[in-house]
């Protein structure tokens, strides 16, 4: 199946990411996690365990990763213009990402509503575990 790639990047252009994907846009799971970091960053992320993706950096000294709650991943934003583009895990079955659909330029039609989710009730286990079955595969983490 072929992918369709997708690029997205933060507001100034210093980080960003390549997103391939076989599913249509319409088809994507997007999710609004209810955590206060991404409320507070408007949020809607997704991901395709089929996929690929790679994070990039053209200003590598305005990447600023940010590590909150049980500290398993690194939420990564520019710390020039504070966008949010995604997040990414390392672990012992390789390394996983998700992004932001909020930054993928120019903005994909028919993206579909966000679902509310809430990953409070996991334990350190149960969310490396998850993101390593829900989350994108990385090519090439920053």
Not at 24 to 43: L, N
Not at 82 to 95: C, K, N, P, R, V
């Amino acid at each position: 199946m072929k992918l369709a790639s997708f690029t997205g990047q933060c507001h100034c252009g210093a980080i960003g990411f390549t997103f391939q994907t076989a599913l249509p846009v319409a088809r994507w799971s997007v999710r609004a996690c209810q955590c206060g970091f991404c409320r507070s960053h408007g949020a809607l992320t997704t991901t395709d365990p089929a996929g690929r993706l790679a994070f990039h950096a053209k200003e590598a000294s305005l990447l600023q990763r940010y590590r909150f709650g049980l500290r398993t991943a690194d939420f990564l934003l520019c710390s020039r213009c504070g966008a949010y583009i995604g997040a990414q895990i390392e672990t012992g079955q390789g390394a996983f990402g998700t992004i932001n659909t909020l930054a993928i330029v120019p903005a994909p039609a028919n993206l579909p509503a966000a679902l509310p989710a809430d990953y409070d009730p996991e334990s350190v286990g149960e969310r490396i575990t998850r993101r390593q079955q829900r989350w994108t595969p990385l090519d090439a983490a920053i």
